[in-house]
T-cell receptor
């Protein structure tokens, strides 16, 4: 499978716990994006990387959220002290670094905070 | 901040009828992309428009980018049940090399056979 892979697909956690999600992009893609999607809404931009550099972060990404892409390949998104409002689908996407190219999305990680 | 608005939110059509969704941005976009998300699935890229006034067709789908590069539309002719899903527009502003896509809220299409 050469698509974008996300793990886990589903995560249920108790409020206050920390969670970490992983994304493996398409291998030749040097851009990686994280989005969050809630029911009935479009994906909301969280952050993106060009190789290992985090180039842009949304104001939605509070200090409880952190993303890394240490070797410019896979990425992790960590949420600390989860809140019920963090419940959403977390989507990862990747693309080449060229202008005007499409983003390829993974299947997402659905987070439920109880 | 920049917003991308999409209407309508929902559309129910009889199979064979046409369907159109409209996308409007509060600021000029460098380009606009369209994605389709099936129920329970993830967004899948359909097309990208870059030039002012650009029109592109994919079989029964026609995509248009406005002259001011602030609005776009997707028109489906003679809908089929396979067209069911949510259609999102997503715009890039400023430098086209930015990675940030701003998505609209989506239009969910239901097609009655």
């Amino acid at each position: 499978d050469t698509g974008v892979s996300q793990d886990p697909r589903h995560k249920i956690t108790k409020r206050g716990q920390n969670v970490t999600f992983r994304c493996d992009p398409i291998s030749e893609h040097n851009r990686l994006y994280w989005y969050r999607q809630t029911l009935g809404q479009g994906p909301e931009f969280l952050t993106y990387f060009q190789n290992e550099a985090q180039l842009e972060k949304s104001r939605l990404l509070s200090d409880r959220f952190s993303a890394e892409r240490p070797k410019g390949s896979f990425s992790t998104l960590e949420i600390q002290r989860t809140e019920q409002g963090d419940s959403a689908m977390y989507l990862c996407a990747s693309s080449t670094g060229l202008s005007n190219t499409e983003a390829f999305f993974g299947q997402g990680t659905r987070l439920t905070v109880v | 901040g920049q917003q991308v608005m999409q209407i309508p939110q929902y559309q129910h059509v009889q199979e064979g009828e046409d369907f159109t969704t409209y996308c409007n941005s509060s600021t000029t976009l460098s380009n606009i992309q369209w994605y389709k998300q099936r129920p329970g699935g993830h967004p899948v890229f359909l097309i990208q428009l870059v030039k002012s006034g650009e029109v592109k067709k994919q079989k029964r789908l026609t995509f248009q980018f406005g002259e001011a590069k602030k609005n776009s539309s997707l028109h489906i002719t003679a809908t089929q049940t396979t067209d069911v899903g949510t259609y999102f527009c997503a715009g890039k502003r400023g430098s086209s090399n930015t990675g940030k896509l701003i998505f609209g809220q989506g239009t969910t299409l239901q097609v009655k056979p």
